[in-house]
């Protein structure tokens, strides 16, 4: 079993060119500049993503009761990514995606609450010291357990380390995280009583906390990401900030104030629409607060969700819009979710974009901005960098952008998409253009495509084993 202990993970940063006292201090830059790439001024970053809130579960993408009207004003103001792919269709997985560029099952978070974050791995906020910034954490973690002390959440227990991967042996300086869910409303309670939830907050110095946890959790979990972002900014230090939120996962719960917009809806729609729109409020607030300080022009912003929406479509509140399928599926409604973008430095007009994109982006994107590599970085990256895109250069995705999930895989291009729920014996084809509902199979019509297609797959399903086998990292000293 790969080992996580922070002297481990210290000696190993080491020989792969990140200072082990960065954890402490980003004063040792062991980045490579990139040949070719002129310096830049470093922008803040931020990441935020809600947790099962489907395509359609937006003002801005349709929904004909639902308020969302600071993430309506993003869309209006930066890119609206109407292609925006979770890196799986459950959350786990997705996290991991996004803040390293490559896809999980290179390095074994297969599903929710499996796995947990190699320390081989390179993650954004770990290569982002090495070149001065600060980093936090805020919101659900679900990359590994955090505490071996008490029963915590879904995996943590006294002296069960198998899992044991918290934010801040990953490279973030500040944390306030969970391992998992918790309620989206008086979070460390059990909905509908006093008794503990059984889901804590943890610090950075590995203890719990205790104050402000009542009331909403979306406004909790922005009380602490504020003050992070505040002090980075007056200090003139760049800073990577990655919120995630709660919202809208089950147990979903909303307080008075935000049911009241929907007191013509069902009880389950009130609690499950007020809870997105009291993250859509905190989400305001973190903009407003970055106008304050005076560096919203220069950070770099991103919204999305980690996966479709749970339940049942009818049934459960959260909508997919006119996309097949839901949370678990690797249909459209199970990956293609809310995307958008503010950078109003670079970004200066609003687009609306229908190039394939995807949470594997983030990571090479920020690279190529910054334009340095971390030495000893794994490869491959599923990813691409999304800066011609940005810069409006980009006309369609350079690579595909490859699935697996419980059996399932599915491989997306500028056009069509493969899907089998048979672990590849055999396949549909869909014109993601033409049909994104996908109601018509073409692989009998089109078999060269799904030919073409189904090696690409194969080949990337293949380097993906190689990479949970290890071959990707550099050996031990």
């Known amino acids: 079993m790969l080992s996580t202990s922070r002297t481990t993970r210290r000696m190993f940063l080491k020989t ?13 830059a062991i980045a490579e500049k990139r040949a070719g790439k002129t310096p830049v001024n470093k922008p803040n970053i931020i990441l935020c993503m809600t947790d099962d809130q489907g395509w359609g579960d937006t003002g801005y993408n349709g929904h004909p009761v639902l308020k969302t009207p600071s993430l309506d004003a993003m869309s209006r103001e930066g890119i609206r990514f109407d292609r925006f792919y979770a890196g799986a269709p459950v959350c786990s997985p997705t996290r991991g995606s996004a803040i390293t560029g490559r896809h999980p099952y290179r390095y074994g978070i297969f599903y929710a609450n499996k796995g947990h974050m190699r320390k081989e791995e390179v993650t954004l906020a770990e290569a982002l010291k090495t070149v001065g910034y600060t980093t936090g954490h805020f ?6 357990t955090l505490t071996t002390e008490i029963k915590d959440s879904n995996r943590g227990a006294p002296g ?13 300086d500040e ?3 969970t391992e998992a869910k918790v309620p989206t409303y008086d979070p460390m309670k059990a909905p509908g009583s006093d008794e503990p939830y059984g889901t804590y907050y943890w610090k950075t110095d590995g203890t719990r906390e205790t104050e402000n946890l009542e009331g909403d959790d979306s406004r909790i979990i922005m009380d602490r990401a504020i003050p992070f972002i505040d002090n980075a900014a007056r200090s003139k230090q760049p800073f990577l900030a990655v919120i995630w939120f709660h919202a809208p996962h089950l147990p979903v719960l909303a307080g008075p104030e935000h049911r009241k917009p929907y007191a013509d809806q069902p009880e389950s729609k009130q609690h499950y629409y007020g809870a997105i729109t009291a993250m859509d409020e905190q989400v305001g607030r973190l903009r407003k607060e970055l106008k304050t300080l005076g560096v919203a022009d220069d950070t770099l912003l991103w919204f999305c969700s980690d996966n479709g929406p749970e339940g049942k479509s009818g049934k459960a ?23 958008l973008f503010v950078w109003p430095a670079k970004v200066k007009k609003p687009r609306v974009v229908d190039i ?3 949470t594997l982006d983030y990571f090479p994107t920020v690279m190529e901005i910054l334009g340095f590599r971390v030495k000893g970085q794994p490869e491959p990256i599923d990813g691409v960098s999304l800066l011609p895109l940005i810069e409006g250069k980009m006309k369609q995705r350079p690579t595909p952008i490859g699935f697996e999930s419980a059996g399932q895989v599915a491989l997306i291009d500028n056009r069509y998409k493969i899907h089998s729920a048979n672990r590849g014996k055999s396949f549909r084809l869909y014109d993601l253009i033409e049909d994104p509902a996908e109601t018509t199979d073409l692989a009998a019509a089109k078999p060269d495509i799904v030919s073409a297609m189904k090696q690409t797959l194969l080949k990337w399903r293949a380097s993906c084993k190689n990479s949970l086998d290890g071959k990707d990292y550099m050996p031990a000293p």
């Open 16 to 28: 792969i060119g990140i200072c082990a006292a960065s954890f402490a201090l980003p004063s040792c």
């Open 139 to 144: 919101g659900k973690w679900h990359l590994g």
């Open 160 to 172: 069960k380390a198998q899992d044991y991967s918290p934010p801040w042996q990953n490279g973030f």
């Open 175 to 177: 944390c306030f995280s």
């Open 317 to 339: 509140p959260g909508s997919a819009g006119h996309l097949r399928g839901r949370k678990r599926s690797l249909f459209e409604g199970g990956v293609r979710v809310p995307g």
């Open 356 to 358: 394939p994109c995807s």
